[in-house]
């Protein structure tokens, strides 16, 4: 395995040669290393090499939509922008009950406070932020100001300093933001499986098409080998979890893979692919995303 905290080149060509390591983005979030750490490390049998680099998820949706790097972990709401290029594997990202982005405010709030106001939101492209436009079209009259991206672990410090009026989290932040002062004035994932019963779905793991058929079935085998590996000897990860964890404590990066590493993440099953389906298909509905081509979640 190679890592890197910085940007790479574009992959050359559509895919490269089978021989060397794929070029892969994911987050340096406890449930990511968790995930990839077998693979990551060769323990996998069989699977190709991976030359690994670490980005934020805006970050990573923005070289998607850029046709970069061969593997990415990104927002299920980018999906829409990237599919031609990329195949959706079904397994190895993050879906689940109970483990939806939340609205966080200085003080007691209710939705109608957030009209007018400037919300703090980790990426346009994000599941987080689709789920929130979805929940802020029924409940905050008149709808909200300005939208404002900032690195998910800086929009907590930006609540509590004034400088938003809200903030939109995700990843561990869920189990943190009491530490910062900070009130929850609305769950996405609460109102997400209130509306539609459907697990919320969060984070992908794409590969490029080009890669073909054969190479893309490894990669999901490899994927799904990798989580089970994990959950098998949870101790063989945690050194990968903590080097990258940026000093969370280990309780909270022990709960943050308890919460977004689950059997979706072995497998999306009926119910993981009707989530996406159903995501993308109402957000197509309010115009907030493209419509999905026929059999464009379907994998190889």
Not at 134 to 152: H, Q, R, S, Y
Not at 223 to 234: G, K, L, N, Y
Request: charged share 20%.
């Amino acid at each position: 395995m190679t890592e890197s905290a910085e940007l790479s080149d574009p992959a050359p060509g559509a895919g490269g040669s089978d021989d060397r390591p794929l070029r892969i983005a994911y987050s340096p979030c406890p449930n990511d290393t968790f995930v990839f750490d077998a693979w990551a490390h060769g323990r996998v049998p069989g699977a190709p090499a991976l030359d690994v680099t670490f980005a934020d998820i805006d970050v990573t949706n923005g070289m998607a939509e850029r046709g970069e790097l061969d593997v990415l972990k990104v927002s299920y709401a980018v999906l829409p922008w990237v599919l031609d290029e990329y195949a959706l594997l079904p397994c190895g990202g993050a879906l689940g009950r109970g483990c939806g982005p939340l609205v966080l405010t200085s003080g007691p709030a209710d939705a109608a406070d957030l009209a007018g106001r400037t919300v703090a939101v980790p990426s346009e492209r994000s599941t987080a932020y689709l789920l929130f436009r979805l929940w802020a079209a029924t409940e905050v009259p008149g709808g909200v100001g300005e939208v404002k991206v900032l690195p998910f672990h800086e929009i907590m410090p930006a609540v509590r300093a004034g400088t938003v009026d809200a903030g939109l989290v995700i990843h561990e932040a869920r189990f943190t933001y009491r530490d910062y002062g900070l009130h929850c004035l609305a769950d996405m994932g609460e109102h997400w499986e209130a509306t539609t019963g459907l697990p919320i779905p969060l984070g992908a793991i794409i590969a490029r098409r080009a890669l073909g058929a054969e190479r893309l079935r490894a990669l999901a085998d490899a994927a799904r080998a990798s989580v089970r590996m994990a959950w098998d000897d949870p101790l063989a990860s945690r050194p990968y979890v903590l080097e990258h964890a940026q000093e969370m404590d280990p309780a909270v990066a022990d709960q943050h893979i308890g919460l977004y590493v689950n059997e979706f993440t072995a497998d999306l099953g009926e119910d993981g692919y009707a989530a996406v389906r159903g995501l993308l298909t109402r957000a197509a509905a309010e115009g907030l995303v493209p419509a999905l081509a026929p059999g464009a979640l379907d994998f190889a």
